[in-house]
């Protein structure tokens, strides 16, 4: 099974920006989509993002405009480009294969002065 890593967090001022990558072991068309979620302490895991295998994308109305969602398919890597942080952003962030992909450990992003 292709499993999926991702990296990229940290802690960035509000107005910042950051690249989360999700990795795979394997080739990224093994999934129908790849999906990032978030999930804020206290709440539930929501769908930030998700990108098909035909590039076709799908963003939540709360990142719309702010987060890019892209794919290398060379690299079998999936990059979520988040900009204009916001501190409702905060949360640690996991990418998913879609059907049946497994969830990871996830990266934490903090967006805080």
């Known amino acids: 099974q292709v499993q999926l890593v991702e990296s990229g967090g940290g802690l960035v001022q509000p107005g910042g920006s950051l690249r989360l990558s999700c990795a795979a072991s394997?080739?990224?068309?093994?999934?129908?989509?790849i999906d990032w979620y978030r999930q804020a302490p206290g709440k539930e895991r929501e769908l930030v993002a998700f990108?098909?295998?035909?590039?076709?994308?799908y963003y939540a109305d709360s990142v719309k405009d702010r987060f890019t969602i892209s794919r290398d398919n060379v690299k079998n890597t999936v990059y979520l480009q988040m900009n204009n942080l916001e501190p409702e952003d905060t949360a640690v962030y996991f990418c998913?294969?879609?059907?049946?992909?497994?969830w990871g450990q996830g990266t934490q992003v903090t967006v805080s002065s």
């Open positions: 998913k294969g879609a059907p049946f992909g497994a």
């Open positions: 394997g080739s990224i068309f093994s999934f129908n989509t």
């Open positions: 990108i098909s295998s035909g590039g076709t994308t």
